[in-house]
């Protein structure tokens, strides 16, 4: 707790916010705690990947994995906070890429129709390679922005993930214009590891900051860390 106001990507996990399908979270308390130690959410992410609920959920699993999604949504708007962000979530290995494609886009229309009834921006990004078969790309991205087709749906550029795929911001900001409204800020090695302090890849940083300045970015720029040394010391790397 310190003098300075601080915006936050709210990740939606104990003991902070516990989110599920069922139980809608107190928004109002929660809103007062954040406001007490001078927090206030601008984008808030509801855990996947590695936890039951999917983007693309098999179909015994859709309804709760829709429900989860959801209720971070509504409690974005409760938080009026602009922006939810998600993935495509993976496909299984014995199953076709198409199939599991085809969950996630159905399961992010549902949720772009719900975020466009509520004022809050799906904002998608793109994973690494290692992490998925479905949007792993700029391309794949392009693929399901075009087949969703939602004005709801906009872009997360996470740099990791760019450094991962060997893509540029540049590009991201000519093929995406103003589809493109938050980032997770990280520097990264290609096909090594991402979710680094800038100083410790090999993202060119002053040149990033130009071609934001130059494409008059006006999102937040997020520093999506992962490591216990940044955990266990978070001043020191802030």
């Known amino acids: 707790q310190g003098e300075k106001h601080l915006k936050i990507e709210l990740w939606c996990g104990t003991p902070h916010v516990f989110l599920d399908g069922r139980t809608a979270v107190d928004a109002v308390g929660l809103k007062k705690e954040m406001g007490a130690y001078g927090v206030s959410a ?5 855990p996947s990947m590695s936890y039951q609920y999917q983007y693309s959920a098999l179909p015994e699993h859709r309804e709760q994995s829709l429900a989860y999604f959801s209720q971070g949504l509504k409690l974005a708007c409760e938080l009026e906070c602009p922006i939810m962000t998600l993935n495509s979530g993976w496909a ?15 399961m992010i229309a549902c949720l772009a129709r719900l975020a466009g009834r509520l004022g809050v921006s799906l ?26 087709d939602s004005p709801s749906l906009k872009v997360t550029a996470d740099t990791g993930a760019l450094c991962w795929a060997g893509e540029s911001l540049e590009e991201w900001f000519q093929r995406l214009g103003d589809k493109l409204v938050h980032m997770h800020f990280i520097d990264g090695r ?11 890849g090999e993202l ?24 216990s040394r940044y955990l266990n010391d978070p001043e020191r790397y802030d």
């Open 190 to 200: 290609r096909g090594e590891t991402t979710h680094l302090v800038w100083g410790e």
């Open 92 to 106: 299984l290995l014995d199953e076709p890429d198409s199939d599991a494609w085809k969950r996630a886009q159905d």
């Open 123 to 148: 904002a998608m990004e793109s994973l690494r390679s290692d992490e998925t078969t479905l949007v792993n790309s700029l391309n794949r991205l392009l693929e399901m922005l075009k087949e969703v």
């Open 42 to 46: 601008i984008a808030l992410t509801c």
């Open 204 to 227: 060119p940083l002053p040149n990033m900051l130009e071609c934001m300045g130059h494409h008059n970015y006006q999102g937040y720029l997020v520093p999506e860390l992962g490591g």
